[in-house]
């Protein structure tokens, strides 16, 4: 069986066939075909199992809107659920298959819920699974997920890249219909910058779907020669594939390009979709209008189609969807599909029109006053029953069944920014209100202009007033000729029947469900939507909605309008998590930064841990090394013994210069700078407003009026923020002018007893950095290795002898590589994070594990660097009665006993109280094992600490389970006279 | 002369240079960079140094004053970064001479990665990276604008031809990456 359905013309290229299969079988179509129109074309009816009753379904619709046709494509990791087979353009080797069924679709064993539908109804789930109440995520969930839903996910990792691009225009026109055309040509041919996005991968709207004539041409003709005077200018981008799924502020829409999924694969490096964020002065909604059904028994059997998707798989497609079609209206539009059909030599049965008044055809017997009540047809439509206006039935062969309920205009952007439509009686369908997103134009049939020349017309008419509105000022031109003829409509919501009658074909929903929602006092349109899931699938209800409150509104006797809509949210149509993600997944989620010596440190076979952004050496493992703590230790002892080295240009360097400099920082640190002489460096805590410690850190005094200040690696950027915001709010009386200095520089921390040694080599020998001329805390431009500018600062995170050595960031590979090697006779060794934190918990130093947030300066016993003798910020809140209280918080130092561990995160609990949030004393913030004590030790907090040393306490860790007995030290386990420092 | 070697922001002791499609992108080994700020209430005398200094008027916002030998450029309210046409690294110390107490200056040119871009699809890639709007930019636009969430520069030297994107010197390889990902996308 080849395309049976196949008829002749269209818009296909017959000189390209693409193969391609549907649940294994193997089927031909033509480049142009959507896997609609290919399944059409091969006589396919039957394409899936409905969400709930695995009701037989078939597609009903050619766009975007389409709520059956959904089917897995591709496979293996490729594999993606629910894609619509109306928007799935036919490449060769396509290979879809149907979903929700089981075994097959022919034969699907969990349709035996469509004969337990009485049971299912609306509202089945909030009444029957209540209790007991475990039950709902151990048994009844699961079975509910098997047994409902749609495609599955394949598990695994998407192997495309997803893309992300802004985009920016005077006039984006949404929708490349006949409206959409002519506001962009006349845009266009204004000079305004224009993007014309459409959905389809061939411009036209319902051109391409129809035969009208415009300008004196076919249709689609026109839109191919408008397309092609659009090329040619500079100004106008054409984005086909391209769905505008939201607006949001400011002008600004989310357009999502689907670069690759008309190939089997994208090719090599290229995104599959691409999320374009378009920043617009104004915009044009030029998106048509979805047909819709009306309403009657067993209308969802696979065969029953909107009228204009019928007559468009027909006219671009030359695919037939039946041998013999009937058509089911209730307006003049339904006649255009049997006109068409006629012409292209298909049988329609009748014209069921709904009208008393209805007009004549030529094509068919037209069956006035008379609606279709009921199909019959095993897996796909085979006869539909007529109520005669008289009042008897007629039984029609058919093989599909067009319907025309009227067309509802997609305004769905509209209602982005909760705008709500307005019933237009005239046209029996919403129409875009007023409040709509600033900025945003409706044109053409979105807004209810149904006729050729009227969108034409409109199109050109709205892009002129959008344009004149940001001061372009654009031409009318003379329009094509083009068909202006009235729908009619009769409105026509439903046929009374006594079996289920469906709205919502992909909810499965029904004129009964809408029933018992009212009759259960769910009258409101909110809970309608919520009570029977009409509206709340992929689709957002194109095809239900304005059925489903139609009915709701004859229930309780209001308008339509006064029973209203529910909102429209972005995505206007389903589209994958993936392309929100772009490029942002795996390894490329957020850059890194790298210290200058990154790529020595490869060398060495370094391991790297994430510091925020940055990437820096944790430990550099040698030759028989097999657990971290061997190199850890090593590098610790190695560096207390002879010299080590660490690059520390991560630390936040901020530069401050300025006249007021001096009184800048004495007033964002806590502790006195004013008098910092210069040349040297101090150690500085800063406090936030609040009085709780923000950072700390050490700052040069390079110049009168230069300062550098030195901030955590974490904190880097929230010091910079908070400098900032001090200089221009707080005190914008003072001249300071601040730049980061972080990138600028490669520094280098040289500690241990050999480290003056090691870098008397280096520097050059005008530089006297012996004890007595530089002494601790000096600081000093210098040169080294012969003339290049280097900043020399005597300052100790480990409590060792120590400099930090800086050079331009250019030079610092080259400099570890210099430090290196005259460091060899003292065998330097490189250490990392680990081995620092190691030295600094020693020494009792804090760092951002002790400043949480939570934590003063009297906290950490650093009281009398608050000083009274200034202002400064933090200062008068950090004297709170209950931040001086005598029982505070105070840091200690911890020490393991009996061979245990101390944990950091454990809470202390003093020995034989119950372990109870009522009895906690403190918590361990930092842990290590010392080499030098060779015991595990750590930093924490307890309630009056200062005066429990050597107090035995309870370490309590419930969470990994974890308890031992810990001693109270002073937090300095090393040289707490700072002799070494010093020396 | 330092005996020390350096090393481009990539690392390289060569400036790294990609051709994709109809693109080049150029890492700029040793750009020459300094941050000027200009001090409180010397407005008068700050522009009169930068008149001299630059032989032009200082940028508005968005925008840089490109001569012969620098690009001005606006980073803030009174603040600049000053970027010289060929290496120079006594551009600090000469702009410190300059402006005298009208202004702090600080040696910026290791503080930055610069990347330049020529060739046909230069606006198709930024569309790519960067929400500011490439395809409008003539000669002398400048803005600051994240890429991939690293805080970025774009200079327009020429409309539509000629991109310098500045982004901090420790992400250098990462927004190399954003950069040669982009190119390869298009």
New interface residues.
Partial sequence: MTQVNRLDGGLIDRNTPLSFSFDGRQLTGYAGDTLASALVANGIRLVGRSFKYHRPRGIISAGSEEPNGLVELRSGARREPNSRVTMTELFDGLDARSQNRWPSLGFDLMSVNDRLSSFLGAGFYYKTFMWPKKFWELVYEPIIRRAAGLGALSGEDDPDVYDRGYRHCDLLIIGAGPAGLMAALTAGRAGAEVILVDEDFRAGGRLTLETHDVGGMAGCDWADSAIAELSTMDNVRIMPRSTAIGVFDHGIYSVVERVADHLAVPQPGKPRQILWRVYAKRALLCAGATERLIAFDNNDRPGIMQAGAVRGFVNRYAAAPAERIAIFTNNDDGHRTAVDLAAAGIDVTAIIDSRDEAPASDVAEVLRGSVVSNSSGRLGLGHVTVRMAGGGHRHLDCGALAVSGGWNPNVHLTCHHRGRPVWQDDIAAFVPGDGGPAGLAVAGAARGIFSTAGALADGQAQAIAQLAEIGITAAASKMPEAESDDINITPMWHVGGTKRAWLDQQNDVTVKDIRQAHQENFRSVEHLKRYTTLGMAGDQGRTSNVLGLSIMAELTGKTIQETGTTIYRPPYTPTPIGVFAGRSTGADFRPTRLPPSHHWAVEQGAVFVEAGAWLRAQWYPREGETKWRQSVDREVLATRQSVGVCDVSTLGKIDIQGRGAAEFVNFVYSNGFATLPVGKTRYGLMLREDGMVMDDGTTARLGEDHFLMTTTTANAGGVYRHLEFVRQCLRPDLDVQLISATDSWAQFAVAGPNSRAVLQQLVDPQHDISNEAFPFMACGNITVCGGLPARLFRISFSGELAYEIAVPARYGDAMIRALMTAGEPYDITPYGTEALGVMRIEKGHVTGNELNGTITARNLGMEKMVSKKKDSIGAILSGREALVAEDGLCLVGLQALNGTDVTAGSHLFAVGTPVDAKHDQGYVTSAAYSPHLEASIGLGFITNGAARHGEIVRAMNPLQGRSAELKIVSPHFIDPEGDRLRA | ?????????L?GTAPRIDEIGGLRITEIA?PSLA?L?????KNAAFTKAAKAAFGANLPAPNTAAMTDRHAVIWMGPD?YLVEANSADASLAGTLADNFGSAA?I???????VRFDLTGSDNIAML??L????S??MTAGTATRTPI???ACLILCREAGASFSIYG????????H??LI??A??L
């Fill in positions: 002369m330092p005996r020390l070697t350096p090393t481009t922001a690392g040793d941050a700020a200009m001090r409180a209430k603040q702090s600080t040696d910026a040119s290791d503080a930055w569309e790519r960067s929400a500011a709007d395809r409008s991939h969430h690293m901090p010197r420790s992400s250098a390889s990462s927004l990456h954003a990902t982009a390869a996308s």
